[in-house]
C-alpha cells in the first residue's frame, strides 16, 4: 500500500542552525502538508501546498518556515534558523485529488533544537 | 483557539464491548469531519469520515455519528480489540484540500 516516508526519523540541532526534513508523498497525489505537534500538544496544521504554490498557511508558518518542492517526488520543510520552540514533531501530508478530504500523513520527524 | 474539542483525555473498555470517543467542535463552518488513528512513534492513520450533510457514516467495526445541532461527533467501534488501543484524534475541515483542525486527542485503551 502506498505511503507517505519522512526523513530523518530524527533530528538534533543546535538554536539558530537550519534544518531541511523530507517528505515523500504518495505519488499520485497533489496535496501536500506540514503539521506539528509539540509535545502533549494538539496537532497544528503549517502549510498546504498545490500546483507548486502555498495555499494556505497559519501564524505559525512565519518567515523563518519556507517548502519547496524541488522534484517530482519530494516536498521539504525548511526551518532557517531554528528556536527551542521548534522542537517537536512535524508530520507531512498528502492528498489526491479524487479524495475529497482524507490526507495520508507521514510518521513524522521528530525536531530537537537545544 | 479550541475549535475542536475532544474532552476525555483517556478511555479504558474491555475487549468485545462498545468504544465510543466523542468530539465538539465550535466552528460551523467545517464541512467535514475525520478521524484518525495515531500509535506511538508513528503518524496519524486515517479511519473514518463523515460529510456534513449525513449523521452517520459505517466503515466495517466504525461507525462515525455527527449531530449538527449539537456540534458534536462521536466514533463507535464495535467490537473493540486490544489492537485498537491508540490515541483517536477527531479532525474538521471545510472545503476540499484545505487544512485539518484537531481535537487533542483520546487514548483508548482496549483491555483483553
Known amino acids: 500500500e502506498p505511503e507517505v516516508t519522512q526523513t530523518p526519523s530524527h533530528q538534533v540541532t543546535q538554536m539558530g542552525q537550519e534544518v531541511i526534513l523530507r517528505c515523500v508523498p504518495i505519488?499520485?497525489?497533489?496535496?501536500f502538508y506540514w503539521y506539528r505537534q509539540i509535545l502533549g500538544q494538539k496537532v497544528e496544521f503549517l502549510v498546504s501546498?498545490?500546483?507548486?504554490?502555498?495555499?494556505?498557511k497559519s501564524e505559525i508558518f512565519d518567515d523563518q518556515f519556507s517548502v519547496e518542492r524541488p522534484d517530482g517526488s519530494n516536498f521539504t520543510l525548511k526551518i532557517r534558523s531554528t528556536k527551542l520552540e521548534d522542537s517537536a514533531m512535524y508530520f507531512c501530508?498528502?492528498?489526491?485529488?479524487?479524495?475529497?478530504?482524507?490526507?495520508?500523513f507521514g510518521p513524522g520527524t521528530r525536531l530537537t533544537v537545544l | 483557539d479550541q475549535q475542536v474539542k475532544q474532552n476525555s483525555p483517556s478511555l479504558s473498555v474491555q475487549e468485545g464491548r462498545i468504544s465510543i470517543l466523542n468530539c465538539d467542535y465550535t466552528?460551523?463552518?467545517?464541512?467535514?469531519f475525520l478521524w484518525y488513528k495515531k500509535y506511538p512513534a508513528e503518524g496519524p492513520t486515517f479511519l473514518i469520515s463523515?460529510?456534513?450533510?449525513?449523521d452517520k457514516n459505517e466503515d466495517g467495526r466504525f461507525t462515525v455519528f455527527l449531530n449538527k445541532s449539537a456540534k458534536h461527533l462521536s466514533l463507535h467501534i464495535v467490537p473493540s480489540q486490544p489492537g485498537d488501543s491508540a490515541v483517536y484524534f477527531c479532525?474538521?475541515?471545510?472545503?476540499?484540500?484545505?487544512?485539518?483542525?484537531f481535537g487533542s486527542g483520546t487514548q483508548l485503551t482496549v483491555l483483553p
Open positions: 466552528n460551523s463552518m467545517f464541512d467535514y
Open positions: 463523515i460529510s456534513s450533510i449525513k
Open positions: 501546498f498545490y500546483n507548486n504554490e502555498i495555499s494556505e
Open positions: 505519488s499520485n497525489h497533489l496535496y
Open positions: 501530508a498528502s492528498k489526491d485529488e479524487s479524495s475529497y478530504n482524507e490526507q495520508f
Open positions: 479532525a474538521g475541515g471545510s472545503g476540499s484540500a484545505r487544512q485539518l483542525t
